[in-house]
């Protein structure tokens, strides 16, 4: 375990709404 900041957080949160509307985008486009 290790401690998250809250850089990390904010980071790990941006990322994840990334990937959240990658995968929308191409299951929308039937990818």
Do not use: L, N
């Not at 850089?7 to 509307?21: M, N, W």
Request: aromatic fraction near 10%; proline fraction near 3%; avoid cysteine.
């Amino acid at each position: 375990m290790f401690e998250i900041t809250p850089d990390a957080q904010a980071y790990i949160a941006k990322k994840g709404r990334e990937v959240t509307v990658w995968m929308e985008t191409h299951h929308a486009s039937g990818g």
